[in-house]
């Protein structure tokens, strides 16, 4: 027993304790007043404000009208969704199945006429749109980077050492260096690629003042980061492989694609969801390199979620803080929990 | 014999073909730029003058510019005293919540990998209930948090005692291992506003306690989850033998297991280490002034009145990346292995 | 189809695992690489397959030099001591994946598939998986997949070695039956003396990357080219007693053995088989030994005598019985002598 007491007393103190206490304040208004806080329970009031009121444009986005393009967007989406509800019902029905599914859909269908309404419609994206962007495109660019270079690192190449040990360096860089690592990168004239902006016609050109351009050079960044954890996992998966695999194939006459297509990948795969979905949710967290590279800038196009309960907290506004950390919560616990049941755990049983 | 076949047919089954080995390495060398030039930036510019920076980009030492130590200087000799004492905040954190984490990370995932628990579900409801009900009296009622903290703990403890063993349903060591991990796919912006006021009403706002506690319990999932899996490949015989030998628990712990699990400690410290090292959120609402740690000093030199100092800003990045990969540089044949075995079982 | 080894050499690194070997395989000939682990027999096997590089030698196939081809087309099928089945495809698709790499039409693909399940008796296993399959049926999914494209050479890498006892003598008879059925060229790897005894047409026995001999069991049982091979195979294993060889006569301690012929070496090694010695009254024997110890067999009693510094095994009857340390003879036929010489390890022929 005393094994395993202490941390299920630390992980109640520090974790569930708040977890509780901040869903209380999300639900609360709370004003300090000499140094003592005075709360007042004002029900879904924060939430309210974050998804319907006067904080809409900052959290979900700017809503003025949909373009032809954000309405086929839009019941695509649906359409998708109602396929996907239509198989799930006839193929396999339970109960616990369908209610679970139901958050997952819903979450979909949501994000999606958001999508459709702001970024397909041509008008600007909240914090949640831009915290789903460096989630799902800069994790999916990261996996199929980091997946290529093991790829590529595992076949007999000279050197491969010396790549491995250089590919790992991002990854014991503190995020902090990276941002500021990045900002100078990316000055456009006193930047090491200035020459290159000047003769591209650039050279007055920011960054940090166009939304994409932003948002990506912030994705590089980070990608920059956390593209050695997935090569350095994935590397050890397909070096793990067993040989005899690979020699059956050559034997039997397939090609290295077709070794890699048939037999690697479908072996790797479980590691390859795990390491996926531990990346998803270390990047739902995102907030030092957006508070480092652009402070959220230009206006609140990098702001990520996390950036957005910092900022609102620093104005002292801890109900709308608690709020919009809870929001952030749903929408991990959902995508990840999604992810591992439909993907992960289906793939390790496979 | 067509030109694509020769240019990425190999020759035989240990060499590449020549066109798929041009392919492979301008890849990989120009991965390698561009993993090694931001670095090599920074490492330069901290050896830059103001005029070289502002002058537009200079690129070689000594050809291009005159490497100069004012830089580094500036932080060491005349104005060490700032971040000396984060830099030692943050060894003191670092260390001392990893050490924590890990300690307890893995006599937690012991006890899951080799006991049994099944504490019942409505205990554990109960516990639930009971910690609202003290919320609601500290928040709505105004009763000191102490008090009610108090009384909400012995309530629950006699009620458990009394009542626990009519509960039938109960919950596996599954459970709780999904409950301990899942633990991390809370955000930290989630609980820091109330972890910030718990440890401001008990006066420990600044202070390396309150930072150490906190990471502590951050890297706990990250640890019992990767060292239930090591604790699991260890065949339970040794640990058998050495009780047949007389040992207890915690000396077949601390003696036969910790040591036979030298792998997945290792990788598992440093993985700890460079999180607790790199922390930002919560040491920026943690720690303000006393127990800052590096990368809020570094993250506040953003802020000067002549802009960001980029030739003192890459010192610092650099005496900050230098511990992470002696570190990285001691431990690394065991990370990539410690790791993939969480993965793969996980 | 014939497989021709000629001087075909190894080397990783400083390191040689194989010198100069040749062998010369007939069409359908079931050839056995006998040795012991680190002999290198796994490596020719690997050569031959084009998994390893050839450092020095040439290999071909049905005639075609291979040397520099790439596994696919030198048209061999492997089994592999592991199975090497791919655990997410089922056992159907494990034994059709040659055809599938060959574009070959799902139809065909599926008829060649039960075709070839069918002759190994798998047919009702085609939708499981490896993991839920035994030792035994494993075995056969990787037969079939070797099969399955009627290959050019069969080679097979130790494939019985994951076997329980049981199961393995079955499996060799099965192997065996189903060689000759299909009259397929196979070359197959294991360190079993008993596997190669009954499998092999012909046996090449491997020690230190060196062959040591290549000959039919019969041949390499009866008439040994040299002390290793003569104690490698048999079981027990041929005794060996050190003595010096004086003018055709071998010395060993006081007694004196005839053999027969008149060579005379200093460090000589008389071989014995258990089978052909029996235990004598001391006095009788050719040699006078001291019992060390009897063991109970079931159809006969083996028994270890002490010679000077060797140990030898007799086969007795099984009613025999002495006590420890009891003075023995041991006595034989003296056609039925092999002597080496000690330091080169080769026969000396006599007479």
Redesign the interface.
Known sequence: ????W???V??L??????????A??AL?RIRLRGGS?K?R?VWFQNFEKQLFGTEQFHFLGTFAGMSALGWIVALAITGGIVWWVLRYVRSSFTVLGFVGRLFTWGLCLGVGWLLAATFFSGHQFGTLGTTLFYVFVGCGVQFVIGL??AF??S???RGRSF?R??????????????G??????ADT???????AWQWVGLGDFSWAADPWAARFFIMIGDS?QWIPFIF??M???LE?V?R??V??????????W?IFK??TW??VV??AA??LL?RV?EA??I??LP??MTAGGPGIATES??LH??FA?RSLD?GQ??A???L??FV??VS?VSFFNLVVLRRIR? | MTLMQRLFEPRSIRTMAPGTKVLVYSVLLFWTAFVLFPIYWVLITSFKTAVDVNGGPVYLPFIDFQPSLHAWKELFVFDYKDTLRAYMNSLIIALSSTAASVLIGSMAAYALARFEYRPKFGVVLMFVLMMIAVFVAVGKYGVDWRLSTAVGVAIFYFLARALGRHFSASLGNGDILFWMISQRILAPIVVVVPIYMMFQQVRLLDTHIAVILTYTVINLPIVIWLMYDFFRSIPYDLEESAQLDGATRLGVFFDIVLPLSRTGLAATTLLVMILSWNEYLLALFLSTSKAQTMPILVAAMNAGERGILWWSMSVVIIVMIIPVIVLAIILQRYISKGLLLGAVKG | MTVVLDKISKSFGAVKVLHDLSLDVQDGEFLVLLGASGSGKSTALRMIAGLETVTAGSISISGRDVTEELPKNRDVAMVFQSYALYPHKTVAENIGYPLKIRRMNRTDMEAQVRDVAAQVQLDALLDRYPRELSGGQRQRVALARAMVRRPAVFLMDEPLSNLDAKLRGHMRAELKHMQHELGITTIYVTHDQVEAMTLAHRVALLEGGKLQQLATPKVIYDDPENLFTAQFIGSPPMNVAHGTLDAGTFVVGEDRVATGGGASVKNAVIGLRAEDCRVVAPDQGAIRAKLFANELIGDHTLVTAKVGEDMLSIKAPKDFEAGFDEAIGIAFDPDRIYMFDKDTGARIRQG
């Open positions: 027993m005393i094994f395993i202490p941390a299920v630390m992980i103190i520090f974790s569930i304790f708040p977890l509780v206490a901040s209380i304040m609360s806080y709360v329970f290529g270079l590529l690192c076949m007999p190449i790549f040990v250089v590919f790992f360096i991002p990854l014991m860089i503190t995020p902090i260096g990276v500021y690592a990045f900002r100078m990168m004239t006193k930047g090491p690629f200035a020459p920059w350095v996992v590397l050890a998966a793990s067993p005899d695999y020699e059956a194939a050559q034997v039997d006459g397939a090609s290295s077709e048939d037999i479908p072996q479980p590691v795990t390491v531990i949710i739902f967290k907030v030092d508070n480092i979620m996390t309960a910092l907290w801890l803080s608690s919009v950390a809870y952030l919560l991990t616990v990840c496979a």
